[in-house]
């Protein structure tokens, strides 16, 4: 299980490092209950959906946070650990 970068409102965010693996673009991972929505840090849905009200949310997180979720995807892409990311509030 990726590491959780993030939680708020009842979304877990998590992001992985995978060399090689089938999204090819820097992402995260979001749970909501029993949703999962895999976003590409530029805003494209590669799979899952989440109900509206929470992916603007997380759409609006991911905004506020481009920086950091790219620090972190570079970080965790060269194997050293990640930053966690402040909740929306």
Do not use: C, N
Request: charged share 30%; glycine share 10%.
């Amino acid at each position: 299980m990726p590491p959780a970068i993030s939680m708020f409102y009842g979304i877990i965010v998590r992001m992985q490092s995978e060399k090689g693996g089938k999204h090819h673009k820097p992402h995260i991972h979001a749970i909501y209950g029993d949703e999962e929505i895999v976003v590409a840090l530029d805003g494209e849905i590669l799979e899952g959906s989440f109900p509206t009200k929470q992916r603007k949310m997380l759409e609006g997180w991911m905004a506020i946070h481009e920086d950091e979720l790219k620090a972190d995807w570079t970080m965790l892409s060269e194997g050293e650990g990640f930053f966690k990311i402040e909740p929306l509030r």
